[in-house]
Protein backbone atom coordinates (compact mmCIF):
# COMPACT_ATOMS: atom_id res chain seq x y z
CA UNK A 1 0.00 0.00 0.00
CA UNK A 2 1.69 3.14 -1.31
CA UNK A 3 2.37 6.17 1.63
CA UNK A 4 -0.48 8.23 0.16
CA UNK A 5 -2.99 5.43 0.48
CA UNK A 6 -2.14 5.18 4.46
CA UNK A 7 -1.89 8.98 5.16
CA UNK A 8 -5.19 9.66 3.55
CA UNK A 9 -6.93 6.75 5.81
CA UNK A 10 -5.22 8.09 8.67
CA UNK A 11 -6.36 11.29 8.10
CA UNK A 12 -10.01 9.94 7.47
CA UNK A 13 -10.08 7.99 10.72
CA UNK A 14 -8.85 11.23 12.64
CA UNK A 15 -11.19 13.72 10.92
CA UNK A 16 -14.24 10.69 11.76
CA UNK A 17 -12.88 10.21 15.36
CA UNK A 18 -12.87 14.38 15.47
CA UNK A 19 -16.87 14.69 14.66
CA UNK A 20 -18.56 11.50 16.25
CA UNK A 21 -18.99 14.07 19.60
CA UNK A 22 -20.51 16.24 17.63
CA UNK A 23 -22.90 13.81 16.02
CA UNK A 24 -23.12 11.90 19.66
CA UNK A 25 -24.45 15.74 21.05
CA UNK A 26 -26.79 16.47 18.29
CA UNK A 27 -28.33 12.96 18.73
CA UNK A 28 -28.26 13.28 22.60
CA UNK A 29 -30.26 17.31 22.08
CA UNK A 30 -32.35 15.46 19.89
CA UNK A 31 -33.64 12.71 22.05
CA UNK A 32 -34.30 15.45 25.05
CA UNK A 33 -35.99 17.81 22.81
CA UNK A 34 -38.28 14.82 22.25
CA UNK A 35 -38.22 14.05 26.08
CA UNK A 36 -38.79 17.34 26.25
CA UNK A 37 -42.13 17.51 24.44
CA UNK A 38 -43.13 14.21 25.55
CA UNK A 39 -43.36 16.12 29.29
CA UNK A 40 -45.26 19.05 28.35
CA UNK A 41 -47.87 16.55 26.33
CA UNK A 42 -47.88 14.92 29.68
CA UNK A 43 -48.61 17.66 31.70
CA UNK A 44 -51.10 19.46 28.95
CA UNK A 45 -54.95 19.39 30.14
CA UNK A 46 -56.34 18.96 26.59
CA UNK A 47 -59.92 21.04 26.88
CA UNK A 48 -62.75 20.77 24.31
CA UNK A 49 -65.40 23.35 24.22
CA UNK A 50 -68.24 25.39 22.45
CA UNK A 51 -67.38 28.46 20.74
CA UNK A 52 -68.05 31.31 23.69
CA UNK A 53 -67.69 29.23 26.35
CA UNK A 54 -67.46 32.08 28.91
CA UNK A 55 -67.40 34.08 26.35
CA UNK A 56 -64.17 33.03 25.27
CA UNK A 57 -63.09 32.44 21.75
CA UNK A 58 -59.39 31.64 20.07
CA UNK A 59 -58.44 35.78 19.85
CA UNK A 60 -58.87 36.24 23.44
CA UNK A 61 -57.14 33.42 25.20
CA UNK A 62 -55.04 35.98 27.72
CA UNK A 63 -56.54 38.19 30.13
CA UNK A 64 -59.63 38.87 31.77
CA UNK A 65 -62.16 35.96 32.50
CA UNK A 66 -59.28 33.45 30.74
CA UNK A 67 -57.13 34.43 33.45
CA UNK A 68 -59.42 33.92 36.30
CA UNK A 69 -60.09 30.64 35.30
CA UNK A 70 -57.22 29.10 33.12
CA UNK A 71 -54.58 30.72 33.56
CA UNK A 72 -55.27 30.84 37.82
CA UNK A 73 -55.87 26.40 37.59
CA UNK A 74 -52.16 26.35 35.75
CA UNK A 75 -50.89 28.49 38.48
CA UNK A 76 -51.95 26.16 41.63
CA UNK A 77 -51.70 22.92 39.63
CA UNK A 78 -48.62 23.55 37.71
CA UNK A 79 -49.91 22.30 34.43
CA UNK A 80 -50.71 23.51 30.82
CA UNK A 81 -54.32 23.90 29.28
CA UNK A 82 -54.81 23.99 25.72
CA UNK A 83 -58.21 24.64 24.38
CA UNK A 84 -60.06 23.80 21.06
CA UNK A 85 -63.53 25.55 20.26
CA UNK A 86 -66.12 24.02 18.41
CA UNK A 87 -68.86 25.21 16.99
CA UNK A 88 -71.91 23.42 19.82
CA UNK A 89 -71.90 19.87 21.87
CA UNK A 90 -72.35 17.88 19.36
CA UNK A 91 -69.49 18.82 16.98
CA UNK A 92 -67.15 18.58 20.14
CA UNK A 93 -68.23 15.09 20.64
CA UNK A 94 -67.71 13.48 17.14
CA UNK A 95 -64.43 15.63 17.12
CA UNK A 96 -63.28 13.28 20.08
CA UNK A 97 -64.98 10.52 19.01
CA UNK A 98 -63.21 10.97 15.57
CA UNK A 99 -59.37 11.10 17.20
CA UNK A 100 -60.17 7.46 19.67
CA UNK A 101 -60.58 6.27 16.64
CA UNK A 102 -57.64 7.05 14.60
CA UNK A 103 -55.72 6.33 18.04
CA UNK A 104 -54.56 9.62 18.48
CA UNK A 105 -54.71 12.24 22.05
CA UNK A 106 -57.79 13.72 21.74
CA UNK A 107 -59.32 15.69 24.34
CA UNK A 108 -58.77 15.03 28.16
CA UNK A 109 -62.36 17.16 29.22
CA UNK A 110 -64.88 17.64 27.60
CA UNK A 111 -67.47 21.06 28.43
CA UNK A 112 -70.47 21.74 27.06
CA UNK A 113 -72.17 18.45 26.94
CA UNK A 114 -76.36 19.47 26.90
CA UNK A 115 -78.81 16.79 28.42
CA UNK A 116 -79.02 14.93 24.33
CA UNK A 117 -75.28 15.20 23.30
CA UNK A 118 -74.20 13.63 26.91
CA UNK A 119 -76.59 10.40 26.56
CA UNK A 120 -74.62 9.91 23.03
CA UNK A 121 -71.21 10.23 24.30
CA UNK A 122 -72.63 7.60 27.03
CA UNK A 123 -74.18 5.27 24.26
CA UNK A 124 -70.39 5.99 22.65
CA UNK A 125 -68.37 4.31 25.85
CA UNK A 126 -65.91 7.79 25.41
CA UNK A 127 -66.69 9.64 29.03
CA UNK A 128 -65.11 8.27 32.50
CA UNK A 129 -67.99 7.55 35.17
CA UNK A 130 -66.52 9.88 37.95
CA UNK A 131 -67.06 9.23 41.24
CA UNK A 132 -68.66 11.60 43.70
CA UNK A 133 -66.02 11.37 46.27
CA UNK A 134 -63.66 13.07 44.03
CA UNK A 135 -65.43 16.23 43.81
CA UNK A 136 -65.41 17.80 46.60
CA UNK A 137 -67.94 20.96 45.31
CA UNK A 138 -70.05 18.15 43.59
CA UNK A 139 -72.33 18.82 47.03
CA UNK A 140 -73.15 22.24 46.28
CA UNK A 141 -75.09 21.45 43.00
CA UNK A 142 -78.52 21.02 42.65
CA UNK A 143 -79.74 17.34 43.05
CA UNK A 144 -81.60 17.77 40.63
CA UNK A 145 -79.85 19.35 37.94
CA UNK A 146 -77.52 16.21 38.54
CA UNK A 147 -80.65 13.74 38.14
CA UNK A 148 -82.13 15.58 35.15
CA UNK A 149 -78.73 15.70 33.69
CA UNK A 150 -76.90 12.43 34.48
CA UNK A 151 -77.48 10.80 37.70
CA UNK A 152 -74.87 8.16 36.56
CA UNK A 153 -72.06 11.16 36.79
CA UNK A 154 -70.60 10.01 33.53
CA UNK A 155 -70.38 14.29 33.62
CA UNK A 156 -71.73 16.89 35.51
CA UNK A 157 -73.90 19.85 35.40
CA UNK A 158 -71.95 23.31 35.23
CA UNK A 159 -74.27 25.64 34.62
CA UNK A 160 -77.94 25.68 32.79
CA UNK A 161 -80.60 27.77 31.34
CA UNK A 162 -84.67 27.76 30.89
CA UNK A 163 -85.62 27.60 27.43
CA UNK A 164 -88.09 30.81 27.11
CA UNK A 165 -89.78 32.90 24.49
CA UNK A 166 -87.78 35.89 24.31
CA UNK A 167 -90.00 39.28 22.79
CA UNK A 168 -88.82 42.57 21.66
CA UNK A 169 -91.00 44.90 24.01
CA UNK A 170 -91.00 47.18 21.55
CA UNK A 171 -92.83 45.71 19.13
CA UNK A 172 -95.35 43.40 21.43
CA UNK A 173 -96.41 42.98 24.50
CA UNK A 174 -96.60 39.37 26.47
CA UNK A 175 -98.02 38.79 29.95
CA UNK A 176 -98.79 35.18 30.08
CA UNK A 177 -98.61 32.82 27.36
CA UNK A 178 -99.47 28.90 27.03
CA UNK A 179 -98.23 26.84 23.82
CA UNK A 180 -101.75 26.96 22.25
CA UNK A 181 -101.77 30.80 22.20
CA UNK A 182 -99.71 29.98 18.60
CA UNK A 183 -102.50 28.02 17.19
CA UNK A 184 -103.65 32.19 16.59
CA UNK A 185 -102.69 32.87 12.58
CA UNK A 186 -100.99 35.88 13.97
CA UNK A 187 -98.81 35.11 17.46
CA UNK A 188 -97.61 32.30 15.04
CA UNK A 189 -96.29 34.68 12.45
CA UNK A 190 -94.01 36.37 15.39
CA UNK A 191 -92.37 33.71 16.30
CA UNK A 192 -89.08 31.76 14.90
CA UNK A 193 -87.69 29.08 17.02
CA UNK A 194 -84.73 26.47 15.70
CA UNK A 195 -84.39 23.25 14.17
CA UNK A 196 -84.67 20.16 16.55
CA UNK A 197 -82.20 18.23 13.66
CA UNK A 198 -79.32 21.13 13.51
CA UNK A 199 -79.75 22.99 16.49
CA UNK A 200 -79.31 22.45 20.79
CA UNK A 201 -81.83 24.85 21.55
CA UNK A 202 -83.89 23.58 19.27
CA UNK A 203 -84.04 19.71 20.39
CA UNK A 204 -84.93 22.07 24.20
CA UNK A 205 -87.67 24.00 22.25
CA UNK A 206 -88.86 19.99 21.27
CA UNK A 207 -88.49 18.52 24.53
CA UNK A 208 -90.16 21.25 26.27
CA UNK A 209 -92.97 21.02 24.27
CA UNK A 210 -93.58 17.23 24.20
CA UNK A 211 -93.03 17.48 28.18
CA UNK A 212 -96.12 20.29 28.19
CA UNK A 213 -98.36 18.30 26.10
CA UNK A 214 -97.75 14.62 26.21
CA UNK A 215 -97.18 14.69 30.51
CA UNK A 216 -99.34 17.46 31.62
CA UNK A 217 -102.20 18.36 28.62
CA UNK A 218 -102.44 14.47 27.66
CA UNK A 219 -102.70 15.44 24.35
CA UNK A 220 -100.20 14.11 20.96
CA UNK A 221 -97.38 16.53 21.11
CA UNK A 222 -97.51 16.71 17.22
CA UNK A 223 -100.66 18.22 17.52
CA UNK A 224 -99.01 21.89 17.71
CA UNK A 225 -96.22 21.22 15.02
CA UNK A 226 -99.40 20.31 12.36
CA UNK A 227 -101.18 23.78 13.38
CA UNK A 228 -97.99 26.11 13.43
CA UNK A 229 -95.56 24.64 10.69
CA UNK A 230 -96.84 27.07 8.44
CA UNK A 231 -96.41 30.37 10.13
CA UNK A 232 -93.82 30.15 12.11
CA UNK A 233 -90.28 30.38 11.15
CA UNK A 234 -87.91 27.62 11.31
CA UNK A 235 -84.23 28.72 11.56
CA UNK A 236 -81.02 26.51 11.59
CA UNK A 237 -79.36 27.40 14.42
CA UNK A 238 -79.69 29.28 17.63
CA UNK A 239 -77.41 32.72 16.08
CA UNK A 240 -79.50 32.15 12.75
CA UNK A 241 -82.89 32.63 14.97
CA UNK A 242 -81.45 35.19 17.05
CA UNK A 243 -79.05 37.63 15.04
CA UNK A 244 -81.01 37.20 11.55
CA UNK A 245 -84.60 37.21 12.22
CA UNK A 246 -85.63 38.09 15.91
CA UNK A 247 -83.18 41.04 16.36
CA UNK A 248 -83.52 42.08 12.18
CA UNK A 249 -86.60 44.04 12.78
CA UNK A 250 -87.18 43.86 8.96
CA UNK A 251 -87.42 40.21 9.74
CA UNK A 252 -90.75 41.16 11.64
CA UNK A 253 -90.26 38.21 14.26
CA UNK A 254 -90.08 40.25 17.32
CA UNK A 255 -90.46 36.28 19.05
CA UNK A 256 -87.62 34.03 18.94
CA UNK A 257 -86.79 30.49 21.24
CA UNK A 258 -83.87 31.38 23.44
CA UNK A 259 -82.86 31.42 26.78
CA UNK A 260 -84.54 33.22 30.47
CA UNK A 261 -81.03 34.19 30.25
CA UNK A 262 -80.75 36.08 27.36
CA UNK A 263 -81.93 39.83 28.14
CA UNK A 264 -79.55 39.48 31.22
CA UNK A 265 -76.79 40.29 28.29
CA UNK A 266 -78.44 43.25 26.80
CA UNK A 267 -78.90 44.67 30.04
CA UNK A 268 -75.18 43.94 31.16
CA UNK A 269 -73.73 44.97 27.26
CA UNK A 270 -76.47 46.83 25.74
CA UNK A 271 -77.68 48.35 28.75
CA UNK A 272 -81.11 47.81 27.77
CA UNK A 273 -84.16 46.18 29.12
CA UNK A 274 -86.32 46.09 25.89
CA UNK A 275 -85.62 42.25 25.11
CA UNK A 276 -87.58 40.05 27.97
CA UNK A 277 -88.47 36.61 28.61
CA UNK A 278 -91.72 34.70 28.71
CA UNK A 279 -92.43 31.19 30.02
CA UNK A 280 -95.55 28.91 29.00
CA UNK A 281 -98.25 28.99 32.46
CA UNK A 282 -100.45 26.13 33.18
CA UNK A 283 -102.58 25.52 36.28
CA UNK A 284 -101.11 28.90 37.75
CA UNK A 285 -97.96 27.29 37.32
CA UNK A 286 -94.87 28.61 35.22
CA UNK A 287 -93.34 25.78 33.30
CA UNK A 288 -89.94 25.88 31.02
CA UNK A 289 -87.09 23.31 30.16
CA UNK A 290 -83.60 23.74 31.60
CA UNK A 291 -81.03 22.95 29.32
CA UNK A 292 -78.52 21.56 31.38
CA UNK A 293 -74.47 21.85 30.25
CA UNK A 294 -72.18 19.77 31.74
CA UNK A 295 -68.90 18.37 31.62
CA UNK A 296 -66.95 15.10 31.77
CA UNK A 297 -63.53 13.35 31.11
CA UNK A 298 -62.40 11.40 28.39
CA UNK A 299 -62.35 7.42 28.95
CA UNK A 300 -58.67 6.66 29.73
CA UNK A 301 -57.23 10.41 29.63
CA UNK A 302 -53.43 10.29 30.44
CA UNK A 303 -54.76 13.25 32.65
CA UNK A 304 -57.53 12.13 34.93
CA UNK A 305 -56.33 13.46 38.23
CA UNK A 306 -55.66 16.58 36.80
CA UNK A 307 -58.98 16.56 34.76
CA UNK A 308 -60.93 15.79 38.08
CA UNK A 309 -59.40 19.08 39.87
CA UNK A 310 -60.22 21.28 37.10
CA UNK A 311 -64.26 19.79 37.25
CA UNK A 312 -64.24 20.35 40.94
CA UNK A 313 -62.79 24.04 40.16
CA UNK A 314 -65.25 24.87 37.63
CA UNK A 315 -67.71 23.82 40.58
CA UNK A 316 -66.22 25.92 43.23
CA UNK A 317 -68.15 29.09 43.91
CA UNK A 318 -64.75 31.13 42.58
CA UNK A 319 -65.97 30.24 39.26
CA UNK A 320 -69.51 29.59 39.53
CA UNK A 321 -69.91 33.62 40.65
CA UNK A 322 -68.45 34.22 37.06
CA UNK A 323 -71.36 32.13 34.94
CA UNK A 324 -74.00 34.48 35.03
CA UNK A 325 -72.54 37.70 33.63
CA UNK A 326 -69.73 35.79 31.15
CA UNK A 327 -71.46 32.34 29.92
CA UNK A 328 -75.13 34.29 30.65
CA UNK A 329 -76.23 31.13 32.08
CA UNK A 330 -77.51 30.59 35.23
CA UNK A 331 -74.90 28.65 37.91
CA UNK A 332 -75.14 24.92 38.83
CA UNK A 333 -74.37 26.41 42.51
CA UNK A 334 -77.59 26.43 44.83
CA UNK A 335 -75.63 28.70 47.01
CA UNK A 336 -74.26 31.49 44.19
CA UNK A 337 -77.63 30.66 42.17
CA UNK A 338 -79.49 31.84 45.26
CA UNK A 339 -77.50 35.25 45.73
CA UNK A 340 -77.73 36.45 42.10
CA UNK A 341 -77.72 40.59 42.19
CA UNK A 342 -80.52 42.06 42.38
CA UNK A 343 -80.56 44.03 38.80
CA UNK A 344 -79.78 40.14 37.08
CA UNK A 345 -83.26 38.48 39.07
CA UNK A 346 -85.26 41.73 38.19
CA UNK A 347 -84.10 41.67 34.03
CA UNK A 348 -85.19 37.75 34.07
CA UNK A 349 -88.56 38.40 35.51
CA UNK A 350 -89.53 35.00 37.03
CA UNK A 351 -88.62 33.58 40.10
CA UNK A 352 -86.16 30.57 39.59
CA UNK A 353 -87.28 28.29 42.56
CA UNK A 354 -90.88 28.81 41.63
CA UNK A 355 -89.96 27.29 37.66
CA UNK A 356 -91.36 24.16 37.19
CA UNK A 357 -89.01 22.21 35.33
CA UNK A 358 -90.26 20.07 32.25
CA UNK A 359 -86.98 18.32 32.83
CA UNK A 360 -88.95 16.24 36.07
CA UNK A 361 -92.05 14.76 33.78
CA UNK A 362 -89.87 13.43 30.94
CA UNK A 363 -87.08 10.64 32.71
CA UNK A 364 -83.58 10.34 31.18
CA UNK A 365 -83.81 7.36 29.97
CA UNK A 366 -87.27 8.02 28.33
CA UNK A 367 -85.43 11.08 26.01
CA UNK A 368 -82.55 8.29 25.77
CA UNK A 369 -85.06 5.77 24.09
CA UNK A 370 -87.24 8.20 22.26
CA UNK A 371 -85.20 10.95 20.90
CA UNK A 372 -84.08 9.52 17.47
CA UNK A 373 -88.27 8.59 17.11
CA UNK A 374 -89.03 12.12 18.09
CA UNK A 375 -87.03 13.76 15.63
CA UNK A 376 -87.84 11.51 13.11
CA UNK A 377 -91.64 12.14 13.30
CA UNK A 378 -90.93 16.22 13.49
CA UNK A 379 -88.97 16.08 10.24
CA UNK A 380 -91.99 14.24 8.73
CA UNK A 381 -94.28 17.10 10.10
CA UNK A 382 -92.59 19.68 9.35
CA UNK A 383 -90.93 18.34 5.28
CA UNK A 384 -94.16 15.44 5.01
CA UNK A 385 -92.88 12.85 2.01
CA UNK A 386 -89.08 14.37 1.82
CA UNK A 387 -87.86 11.39 1.33
CA UNK A 388 -90.53 10.24 -1.47
CA UNK A 389 -89.79 13.18 -3.38
CA UNK A 390 -85.88 12.15 -3.70
CA UNK A 391 -87.09 8.20 -4.39
CA UNK A 392 -89.56 9.53 -7.26
CA UNK A 393 -86.40 12.03 -8.96
CA UNK A 394 -84.56 8.53 -8.84
CA UNK A 395 -87.27 6.58 -10.85
CA UNK A 396 -88.01 9.49 -13.05
CA UNK A 397 -84.17 9.69 -13.99
CA UNK A 398 -84.01 5.79 -13.95
CA UNK A 399 -86.83 5.77 -16.40
CA UNK A 400 -85.34 8.54 -18.52
CA UNK A 401 -82.47 6.91 -18.86
CA UNK A 402 -84.18 3.01 -19.87
CA UNK A 403 -86.22 5.04 -22.24
CA UNK A 404 -83.04 6.85 -23.78
CA UNK A 405 -80.92 3.76 -24.34
CA UNK A 406 -84.45 2.23 -26.03
CA UNK A 407 -84.63 4.84 -28.26
CA UNK A 408 -81.01 4.95 -29.34
CA UNK A 409 -81.26 1.02 -29.98
CA UNK A 410 -83.93 0.84 -32.23
CA UNK A 411 -83.15 4.40 -33.82
CA UNK A 412 -80.08 2.83 -34.64
CA UNK A 413 -81.75 -0.69 -36.39
CA UNK A 414 -84.30 1.73 -38.35
Sequence with gaps: MSKKIIISITLLLIFSLTLMPLFKDRDRNSHNAVQMRMLEEENKLIIYTYDYFFGLTNETLEGGIYDLIFKRFEELYGVQIEIRFFDGARNILLAALQERRMGVRTADLLIGLDNIVVQEAKKAGILEKISAEDLENLSKIRSDLIENFDPDLYAVPYDFGPIAFIYDSERINLTELTFEDFYNETMASYLVTEDPTQSTTGVAFLLWEIGIYEKLLNKDWKEWWYKVKNKIIIAKSWGDAYFNYFLNEEAGRPIVVSYLTSPVYHYLYENTTRYQP?????????????????????????????????????????????????????????????????????????????IKPVNNLIPVSEIYENIDGWLREWKEIISPGFEWVWIAIVLIMVIAVIAGFIVIKYGRKK
Design 278 to 354: MLVRYNNKWYAWFQIQGIGIVKDSPMKDVALKFIDWILSNEVQSLVIENDIMLPASEEILNNLPEDILNVMKFNISR
